[in-house]
C-alpha cells in the first residue's frame, strides 16, 4: 500500500485505488468488477483502509462462477432476478433484445445490470479486522436505466435484493419485508 501525498490517494493495487471522502467518516475509491466487467465506485462507512481493502479484495472475486458457487451471492442473483421478472411483469417497459425468464439461470440477470453505487459498511460494534465483509450495491436496470435494483450482502447471509432502498447491509429486520425478494428464494 502507498500513499501519494500530492493527490491524498492511497494505492492499494492495480485494480482499485482509495481515497478520503468529502464525506466525514468515509473513504471512497474504486475497484475493478470482473462480474461486470469494469471499474465500480465505491463508499466505504465508518471503517479504515484495513476493513476497505478486506471488502475490495472480496468483491473482486466475484464473478458469475463464483455466484454460481456460492450459497449468499447465489441468493442474491436469485432475488435479483425475481425482481426484474416481478418489475416486468407488472409494467409496459420497452426491453429491446433483454432475453430473460424464469428458465434463464439467476446469475445471467448480472449481463443487464450496471453497477451505480457499492457501498462498504462495517458494524459499529466490531472492529474492522473481526468484522464480516458487508456491501450493498446498486444497479442499474440496462433495458430501463431510470429503474434500478439492489442487493446487500454481510458475511454469509444474503440480507437484501429488490428496488433501490439505500439499505443497510446489517439491517437483519429487512428479511421481515414483503418486499425484499431474498424472502422468496428457497
Known amino acids: 500500500m502507498e500513499f501519494c ?14 481515497r478520503e471522502s468529502d464525506r466525514y467518516n468515509c473513504l471512497e475509491g474504486e475497484l475493478y468488477s470482473p462480474l461486470f466487467g469494469r471499474k465500480v465506485g465505491f463508499l466505504a462507512k465508518g471503517c479504515d483502509s484495513v476493513y476497505v481493502v478486506r471488502c475490495a ?3 473482486e472475486t466475484i464473478t458469475a462462477d463464483t455466484v454460481r458457487g456460492d450459497a449468499a451471492l447465489s441468493a442474491l442473483a436469485d432475488g435479483a432476478a425475481a425482481y426484474i421478472l416481478e418489475l416486468i411483469e407488472e409494467n409496459e417497459f420497452e426491453l429491446g433484445d433483454f ?23 462495517r458494524f459499529k460494534l466490531l472492529d474492522d479486522e473481526d468484522c ?19 442487493i446487500a450482502l454481510h458475511g ?14 446489517w439491517n437483519d429486520r429487512l428479511l421481515r419485508k414483503s418486499w425484499n425478494y431474498i424472502k422468496q428464494v428457497d
Open 5 to 18: 501525498e500530492r493527490f491524498g490517494k492511497i494505492i492499494m493495487s492495480n485494480n482499485y485505488s482509495l
Open 57 to 59: 479484495e472480496y468483491f
Open 99 to 121: 432475453a430473460f425468464d424464469e428458465d434463464t439461470p439467476s446469475t445471467e440477470i448480472f449481463r443487464f445490470l450496471s453497477p451505480a453505487g457499492l457501498v462498504f459498511e
Open 132 to 150: 464480516p465483509i458487508a456491501f450493498s450495491l446498486k444497479m442499474s436496470f440496462d433495458p430501463v436505466p431510470d429503474e434500478c435494483v439492489e
Open 156 to 169: 454469509d447471509v444474503p440480507v437484501y435484493a429488490g428496488e433501490y432502498r439505500g439499505v443497510s447491509p
